[in-house]
């Protein structure tokens, strides 16, 4: 025992220092988040869980379902934390300090630090028979301590004791305890090359042992979680092996499926970690009662709610933790099929099959709520239930009323030991097909003109609704409805297009219950708007029957096209010569548009007279600059050149 010194009344001053620097803080509606687990443990008092944050130093306090109600920092690296029986007091260990910081559970102020005089601890702790047990030590030497927390440092007395196993342990040994049992500690040795554990009653204060194993691997393969079992007197190793103990030995006793850690209920429920599963077992069962896939990242520590109605579990995300609640841990999960055919013809009978099925027993004559949801029930309808058979199958027939797609839903509402579940399948059910038409197909307008496009439907069963698109050409114009309603008695519907371009013009009918969709397209093509004016000339005169522009033979003439404009775009220049009776080409050039749709050219005289010419302007789909209108051919202009 280690007697009462300056240093302990430095201890106690420490520890109300630390009270300004280990502060709450502020309540948070976010999940409870960690870096690196340091222990958990609920109380169910308060309806709190615990969660310590090696990383951060800290201890986060979440309710029932998970959200941050409070968190404290300044604690330390934690590896541990523990609740002393009568929920006053929270316990975290914090190696790095070696310190055990008790808090209260309400505010997470610390109440006091105890300082633990070894440089290997403490690690793990646990409360039981009115203490704090911790374990200290390296890989090949460990130990047990305790805290009293019924001593206070301030009498001369220290609360805290060292080597209280003298069946020296070793590493830093695993510890649990039993809430049904308040006087037994379970120790699982975690250093080299052993599966040492042993059971001790510590209910008179000092470790008094019941059963221990050697460490000779001829129980288990190492020990990496050890849990009393309540009501039973054996330990449950890794969440999988039973070890029973009797006479100061342990026996095998069984084993449930692969685990890796877990944690058992007041009421013998086994919460198990299998990677990124938690399975939860019946006492000495092999098929779990209820499986939660987590997470692909693993999931570390979890702890029962004292009432054993929720398992809380540190769910991995890959960069740290969040505390999940499992709700619902007794009921079990049936599985539930339904098959369909994958197609059917409407108003003809067809047949659902299924199967109702669960890991424990379902009780006789299960009914299962149907619905149907389709076109014309597209909230659903209810069809008569159907009652599953001894072996769990099921099968019902329905006539489907409507075509297209048809949903079938099952649903079993649960009971006191199985959760609701619900499955559905489709089926494609045939509808008629109807004609939709649209006229105007393939033909060329003049720029600006009005369109009239006309749908015309068929037969159909209750809609009579069309729809028209018009999307011109262009990326800059997206397709547009630019009419919808009932057709008239005649199954018409029409919609007037401006034709300033190329235009696809689409007929949508959506279908109905028993008649499929249809859409149809035409493509109607625009010409461009162009135009050219003559000047520089100094009159006009026919020669034979065509109007002429007279220049003078050293004149210049000015060709200026007015074109209907679109971002690059050219209109093609063309020249023929007058001569031996006929017209020759002289040569053809492209010239950009300006943004005012015009583009002049100045012709060079010929500087001789009895010359005669022509030009026009033509828009080339594709060769000028864009594809949006159709080819379009401006009228020649003449030119005559004199003396």
Do not use: C
């Not at 009501?231 to 039973?242: I, S, Y």
């Not at 009662?289 to 109605?309: E, F, H, I, K, M």
């Not at 797609?405 to 009971?415: E, F, L």
């Not at 609701?420 to 509808?431: H, K, L, Q, Y």
């Amino acid at each position: 025992m280690r007697s009462t010194s300056a240093a302990t009344a430095l201890a106690v001053l420490f520890s109300s220092a630390a009270l300004s620097v280990v502060s709450a803080g502020s309540a948070s509606a976010a999940s409870a988040v960690v870096g690196t687990p340091g222990g958990i443990v609920v109380d169910g008092a308060q309806q709190r869980v615990f969660v310590g944050d090696s990383t951060a130093g800290a201890i986060v306090a979440a309710d029932y379902s998970g959200t941050v109600v409070d968190k404290v920092s300044g604690i330390g690296a934690i590896s541990d934390l523990a609740l002393s029986d009568d929920g006053g007091t929270l316990y975290a260990a914090a190696p790095d300090l070696h310190e055990i910081v008790a808090l209260d559970p309400a505010t997470l102020d610390v109440k006091h630090r105890y300082t633990i005089a070894t440089n290997t601890g403490p690690r793990y702790v646990a409360f039981a028979g009115g203490k704090v047990w911790f374990s200290y030590g390296d890989q090949w030497d460990g130990d047990l301590g305790t805290v009293d927390p019924a001593v206070d440092p301030a009498s001369g007395a220290d609360p805290v004791a060292l080597g209280q196993y003298s069946n020296k342990v070793w590493g830093q040994a695993l510890l649990d305890t039993d809430p049904n049992n308040p006087g037994l500690l379970a120790v699982g040795e975690t250093g080299l090359s052993t599966d040492s554990m042993a059971v001790l009653d510590v209910s008179g204060g000092t470790a008094q042992q019941v059963a221990w194993h050697n460490g000779d691997y001829s129980l288990n393969d190492g020990i990496g979680d050890i849990d009393l079992v309540p009501g039973a007197a054996q330990v449950l190793v890794n969440g999988q092996d039973r070890d029973a103990y009797a006479d100061g030995r342990f026996t095998p006793a069984g084993s449930y499926p692969s685990g890796q850690r877990a944690d058992i209920a007041a009421n013998g429920l086994v919460a198990q970690v299998t990677g990124g599963k938690v399975a939860v077992y019946k006492p000495n069962t092999t098929a779990p009662l209820r499986t939660y896939t987590t997470s692909s990242y693993g999931t570390g520590d979890l702890a029962w709610s004292p009432d054993s109605a929720r398992v809380f579990a540190l769910v991995g995300t890959g960069s740290g933790y969040t505390l999940k609640a499992l709700t619902d841990p007794t009921l079990n999960v049936p599985t539930l099929t339904v098959s369909a055919p994958a197609t059917a013809t409407r108003a003809k009978q067809l047949t659902v099959t299924g199967k109702l099925s669960a890991t424990v027993p379902l009780p006789g004559g299960v009914r299962l709520a149907v619905t149907r949801t389709d076109l014309e029930s597209p909230n659903g309808k209810a069809l008569p239930a159907v009652t599953v058979k001894a072996d769990g199958t099921y099968s019902f027939t329905d006539t489907p009323p409507a075509g297209g797609k048809v949903t079938y839903k099952v649903s079993y509402a649960g009971d006191a030991e199985h959760t609701a579940v619900s499955a559905s399948d489709t089926v494609e059910v045939s509808r008629a097909s109807t004609a939709l038409s649209l006229n105007n197909n393939g033909k060329l307008y003049n720029y600006g003109t009005d369109v009239r496009f006309t749908a015309h439907l068929g037969t159909t069963y209750k809609n009579r609704s069309v729809e028209i698109w018009a999307n011109p050409y262009g990326a800059d114009r997206p397709d547009k409805r630019i009419k919808v309603g009932q057709v008239d008695s005649g199954g018409n519907i029409s919609a007037w297009v401006d034709m300033t371009r190329d235009t696809v013009v689409t007929a949508v009918f959506k279908g109905d219950t028993r008649y499929k969709p249809k859409t149809v397209k035409v493509t109607a093509y625009a010409r461009v708007k162009v135009s050219t004016a003559v000047s520089r000339h100094y009159k006009t005169g026919k020669i034979g029957s065509t109007t002429y522009y007279w220049f003078h033979k050293n004149t210049d003439p000015l060709l200026t096209t007015t074109m209907s404009y679109y971002p690059g775009r050219q209109q093609r220049f063309d020249l023929q010569v007058y001569y031996n009776g006929s017209w020759h080409s002289a040569g053809s050039q492209y010239f950009a548009l300006g943004t005012n749709g015009k583009s002049a050219v100045s012709l060079e005289a010929p500087g001789e007279s009895g010359i005669r010419a022509r030009m026009r302007s033509v828009y080339v789909n594709g060769s000028s600059g864009d594809t949006v209108n159709s080819t379009t051919y401006g009228s020649w202009k003449y030119l005559y050149f004199s003396n």
